[in-house]
């Protein structure tokens, strides 16, 4: 069956603008977790959405804000970019809730070049 | 505080030889789950282990195994007869019951493993 898809794979911005990133889930898989990725800090968690509520957030300012559609579908979005919310943005799916912790299935991500 | 330490920045190793890459953790949770993540060089994570508190017991999948010790706090990867295609990034990561963000992973740094022919 298809993998998590994130759009767009590459985008560059300038500092001040705002984005939109896209993750299509595994199909059936109701949770999905946002994950940043830059050099310096390596892979920190944003948030998490599970049937299109909000359950967990990460040390993120409200800059960052995501939402899940009724078919599991999530956008993130992050408000007047700065040059440090360059990374790869990650995205995972699970069939359950993460209190299961059960196994996330990443994408390929989608890398945020702000200029 | 650094919840999931992986001190070996980045690892060389000639085909064949036999590789391992630490993990230590942090946690006061009794129940948290440990897993091993590869990240090849298009970007997403692929899932190898996850293992729970309470199961101590070593798993070998292949050419990989698991270490894991509560008394050290570590959860060590060993790939054995290691391969070119093994070449990736490491990511060791602690999910806990009772911190602020629910089951969210906590990610090491990452090990950057090199196999060269």
């Known amino acids: 069956k298809a993998g998590v898809t994130q759009t767009p794979r590459y985008l560059i911005k300038t500092r001040g603008q705002q984005v939109t990133l896209s993750c299509s889930p595994i199909?059936?898989?109701?949770?999905v977790s946002w994950y940043q990725q830059t050099p310096g800090q390596g892979l920190q968690f944003l948030f998490e959405y599970f049937s299109e509520t909000q359950r967990n957030k990460g040390n993120f300012p409200g800059r960052f804000s995501g939402r899940q559609f009724s078919n599991s579908r999530s956008e993130m979005n992050v408000s007047t970019l700065e040059l440090g919310d360059s990374a790869l943005y990650l995205c995972a799916s699970s069939l359950r809730a993460s209190g299961n912790s059960g196994e996330l299935f990443f994408g390929e991500g989608s890398r945020l070049t702000v200029l | 505080a650094q919840k999931v330490t992986q001190a070996q920045t980045e690892i060389s190793v000639v085909e064949k030889e036999d590789v391992t890459l630490d993990c230590v953790y942090e946690t006061r949770d009794t129940t948290y789950y440990l897993f091993w993540y590869k990240q090849p060089p298009s970007g997403e994570l692929v899932f190898l282990i996850r293992?729970?508190?309470?199961?101590?017991q070593n798993e070998i999948s292949g050419r990989y195994s698991w270490n894991f010790q509560k008394s050290t706090s570590s959860f060590n990867f060993t790939i054995t007869a290691s391969q070119v295609v093994d070449s990736a990034v490491y990511f060791c990561?602690?999910?806990?019951?009772?911190?602020?963000?629910?089951?969210?992973?906590?990610f090491g740094k990452g090990t950057s493993l090199l196999v060269t022919p």
């Open positions: 990561a602690l999910s806990e019951a009772n911190s602020n963000s629910g089951y969210a992973l906590n």
């Open positions: 199909s059936g898989h109701r949770s």
């Open positions: 293992r729970n508190s309470f199961d101590e």
